[in-house]
């Protein structure tokens, strides 16, 4: 996928990404188009990433923002983990590029907070999870919001990918 880059987020890029729409059962993940989801993607942590070229790959957030808001009535963000949530541009997802996407965002973390990583995925995205597995995150929990079961995984190894 050629280089990638990190690069802060602005009005033009979180519109984009608000526009995003995933083939089914992905689709779960779009997001609906409102001044409170344009709100929360600027005013929290959330980079974009982009290609060498300019064009928006994905985008991460850090913090509570990446965090399943349910999950907290089971307890799963309790230990001291960075939480991080990655969303790729849907043409892109599901071909091979995740590896080299993962790889910068996990390497950016471990500059900005030298702390253990924790992430939720839904599931069902099996493809998400072998490639959050071979980066050496681990099965914690799983817990249920609104129907759709949420696993949540650690990586408590501070090396850097490449």
Request: hydrophobic share 40%; aromatic share 14%; glycine share 8%.
């Amino acid at each position: 996928m050629n280089q990638l880059f990190i690069r802060d987020m602005n009005e033009a890029i979180a519109t984009e990404i608000l526009n995003w729409k995933y083939e089914a059962p992905y689709d779960f993940y779009d997001i609906v188009f409102t001044s409170d989801a344009l709100n929360e993607i600027l005013e929290n942590p959330y980079y974009a990433v982009i290609n060498h070229t300019g064009e928006l790959v994905g985008f991460f957030c850090i913090g509570e923002s990446a965090q399943v808001p349910i999950g907290v009535q089971y307890g799963a963000y309790q230990e001291n983990y960075v939480d991080i949530g990655i969303g790729m541009k849907p043409e892109l997802t599901g071909k091979g590029k995740g590896a080299a996407f993962l790889a910068l965002v996990i390497n950016h973390i471990k500059e900005q907070h030298h702390t253990p990583m924790r992430l939720t995925v839904a599931t069902f995205n099996k493809r998400a999870i072998r490639l959050y597995e071979k980066f050496g995150f681990d099965k914690v929990l799983e817990f249920n919001s609104r129907g759709i079961d949420f696993t949540t995984m650690v990586r408590d190894h501070l090396e850097y990918e490449g």
